[in-house]
Nanobody, 121 residues
Framework: QVQLVESGGGLVQAGGFLSLSCAAS????MGWFRQAPGKEREFVAG????????RYADSVQGRFTITRDNSKNTVRLQMNSLKPEDTAIYYC??????????????????WGQGTQVTVSS
């Protein structure tokens, strides 16, 4: 059973920054997704099993950065220049069937509990 524990999140003003962290019980391709009220869960960023390869949603490209520390099995999402539309619950996810991150949430097998990010205008 894969366990994912998220930390970080909170309330920040527009233009500010936040960092999310996800501790996994093993090493996997990892993704961050988010879900705002009344909306579907959407891909934010993903990182290859090795760390050599990342992908981002167009909406966060250039503002968010995903990294990983394989010695600690942790993945970090650094979020800069935050906008009110970034407000959502953010979920960490692990994909066990491939070493490549995917933008499709159905390709991920395990999910964290979610952490709230609120950006005020």
């Amino acid at each position: 059973q894969v366990q994912l524990v998220e930390s970080g999140g909170g309330l920040v003003q527009a233009g500010g920054f936040l960092s999310l962290s996800c501790a996994a019980s093993g090493r996997y391709a990892m993704g961050w997704f988010r879900q705002a009220p009344g909306k579907e869960r959407e891909f934010v960023a993903g990182i290859h099993w090795s760390g050599d390869g990342t992908r981002y949603a167009d909406s966060v490209q250039g503002r968010f950065t995903i990294t990983r520390d394989n010695s600690k099995n942790t993945v970090r999402l650094q979020m800069n220049s935050l906008k009110p539309e970034d407000t959502a619950i953010y979920y960490c996810s692990a994909r066990t069937g491939s070493r490549w991150a995917s933008t499709n949430p159905y390709d991920y097998d395990y999910w964290g509990q979610g952490t709230q990010v609120t950006v005020s205008s």
